[in-house]
């Protein structure tokens, strides 16, 4: 009256038949695939290779808008707005004005046609006119004063001293104070 046992394959057997399952399997399918710049770029039909296209998806233009406004600790204010329609046509502006009343607002259009783009500023220096498909708006700056100046202790910093030159050994930069 004994206990009757069967044999074990045990997990090595069944291991390694599984590696070699999926060893074939990545071998069929390895050979399907078309590398373009050493990178897979597609699945080729079954008999597929070289000389035979491969398209890409085309995908609709996905309509968006996204924007931001920030001013900083110095009263500088940036922003940034544009929206995008179904015929992927993009419009939008960004631009700056700082605490003297500077600024500098670009107002744009991207489409089939191109990048159209109006700037309108205040800045010093600057004339109205056309440059490279854009139009220049300048207006004579009004500032509002001076900026006031940051708080704090001033930046400690050294002047790069460098050494004299030595025959053979790396040149060192010293720092003095």
């Given at each position: 009256m004994g206990t009757q046992t069967t044999p074990s394959l045990?997990?090595?057997?069944?291991?390694?038949?599984f590696v070699f399952a999926v060893a074939l399997a990545v071998g069929q399918v390895g050979s399907q695939i078309q590398f373009v710049n050493r990178r897979?770029?597609?699945?080729?039909?079954?008999?597929?290779?070289?000389?035979?296209?491969?398209?890409?998806?085309?995908?609709p233009p996905q309509p968006y808008s996204f924007g931001y406004d920030n001013?900083?600790?110095?009263?500088?204010?940036?922003?940034h707005k544009e929206e995008s329609d179904a015929n992927n046509v993009k419009t939008g502006s960004y631009g700056y004005r700082?605490?003297?009343?500077?600024?500098?607002?670009?107002?744009?259009?991207?489409?089939?046609d191109g990048f159209r783009a109006t700037v309108?500023?205040?800045?010093?220096?600057?004339?109205t006119g056309h440059t490279a498909d854009a139009v220049f708006s300048s207006k004579q700056a009004q500032?509002?004063?001076?900026?006031?100046?940051?708080?704090?202790?001033?930046?400690?910093y050294a002047v790069p001293v460098q050494a004299p030159f030595s025959q053979g050994?790396?040149?060192?930069?010293i720092f003095t104070n």
């Open positions: 045990g997990v090595g057997p069944v291991l390694v038949a897979p770029s597609a699945v080729v039909a079954a008999g597929g290779g070289p000389g035979v296209p491969v398209s890409e998806p085309v995908y001013v900083d600790e110095y009263g500088t204010q940036s922003f700082d605490a003297n009343g500077t600024f500098r607002k670009v107002t744009y259009v991207a489409d089939a309108d500023m205040n800045e010093p220096g600057t004339v500032h509002l004063g001076v900026a006031k100046a940051a708080s704090g202790p001033a930046p400690a050994r790396p040149t060192r930069v």
